[in-house]
């Protein structure tokens, strides 16, 4: 009888196993499948665009349960590399990540930083965006074409402020405008600021004659009326801002900027993957596609070596745009 019990139990068990449906989550991978103590590090201050960026990717993981808690810090400072020293002395992290993109490649070169991106573990491309040229709302300057007449009329009363350093995007942006208007570099009275969000408050405070940041660290201010936009440097105009391109406004000028994650070096290939897997797990989410809407993101997703290989070829070309405007 004792026997008869204990195979009943057995059998018991093993049809609840097969009549119980699992436990379902709410959308997200399973618990083995996460990475536990993930951070994510900000290489600039609060309200930069890699700060938005990393912001708005870690609400979308955690919203979505693909992941658990997630830490976003920032370590500023000399336009994004001294985070990337710090990234790369993480070496065989494969619980960190930085946000990063076009300025960290021309900071390396601006500040001779002894470790590069080459140095990283490439994770993914995630979005583009446009720069765009902004003044106060009590700027003399109404449109494009005065601002121009007068920063060639005086070039060094009419300080341009941006959110990177030199070599990076908002550098970049107003050399090649500069040079495309007839200006030299040299002429340039060109004031870095620590990420958009210092940038911002310098240019609504008037420091500066006008400021170039990314789209998604101005659009608030512009819908609110405190910014004026008076163009964008994207091949067309993007949807939102009432602005022209610059070239529709006679400047032959047409640049964006992109953002992405990179890890430490030496992480082994299943961490990789996990990381790769997280990245395109988020841009294939609801969120992240309205998220991208939202703040005038270009979806510009790209992962692993051949993330790996687009670095490559932003370095060069970043490199020689430097050397041509003599800042490298």
């Known amino acids: 009888m004792r026997k008869l019990k204990v195979v009943l139990a057995v ?14 989550s709410s959308g997200g991978d399973a618990p083995g499948s996460q990475i536990r103590g993930l951070r994510v590090m900000v290489p600039n201050t609060p309200g930069g665009g890699y700060d938005i960026t990393a912001r708005t990717a870690v609400k979308a993981i955690e919203d979505t349960g693909l992941n658990g808690p997630t830490e976003v810090f920032n370590l500023p400072g000399a336009g994004g590399t001294v985070g990337l020293g710090r990234l790369v002395n993480e070496s065989g992290n494969g619980a960190m990540v930085m946000s990063m993109g076009l300025g960290v490649v021309g900071s390396v070169y601006t500040n001779h ?8 573990t490439p994770i993914a491309k995630l979005t583009e965006e446009s720069d765009v040229i902004v003044v106060a709302k009590d700027s003399p300057y ?7 007449a007068a920063w060639k009329a ?10 990177s350093s030199p070599g990076g995007p908002d550098h970049l942006a107003p050399m090649l405008t500069a040079k ?11 004031v870095p600021f620590d990420g958009g969000g210092e940038l911002m408050a310098s240019v609504l405070g008037s420091k500066v004659a006008f400021g170039v940041s990314g789209i998604g660290e101005t659009r608030d201010q512009i819908a609110a009326g405190e910014l004026r936009a008076l163009a964008v440097t994207s091949p067309e105009r993007v949807p939102g801002i009432d602005a022209p ?14 953002r992405g994650v990179v890890a430490p070096p030496d992480i082994t290939e299943q961490e990789r993957e996990k990381l790769i897997s997280l990245f395109t797990k988020l841009h294939a989410s609801e969120q ?18 051949a993330f ?14 430097l050397k041509e405007l003599g800042a490298a």
């Open 11 to 24: 059998l018991g068990a093993a049809l609840l196993v097969l009549l119980v449906p699992p436990l379902v």
């Open 154 to 163: 005086n070039p060094g009363a009419v300080p341009v402020g941006g959110g």
């Open 288 to 305: 992240w596609q309205q998220a991208m809407k939202l703040n005038g993101w270009s979806d510009a997703f790209q992962t692993g070596d």
């Open 180 to 190: 495309a208007i007839g200006l030299s570099a040299k002429q340039v009275n060109y």
């Open 113 to 120: 930083s002894p470790v590069s991106l080459q140095n990283t």
């Open 308 to 321: 790996g290989a687009f670095l490559a070829s932003e370095n060069d070309r970043v490199a020689s745009v």
């Open 142 to 148: 109404q449109n494009i074409a005065q601002l121009i």
């Open 245 to 258: 391109t610059l070239r529709e406004s006679g400047v032959d000028v047409s640049f964006t900027n992109w």
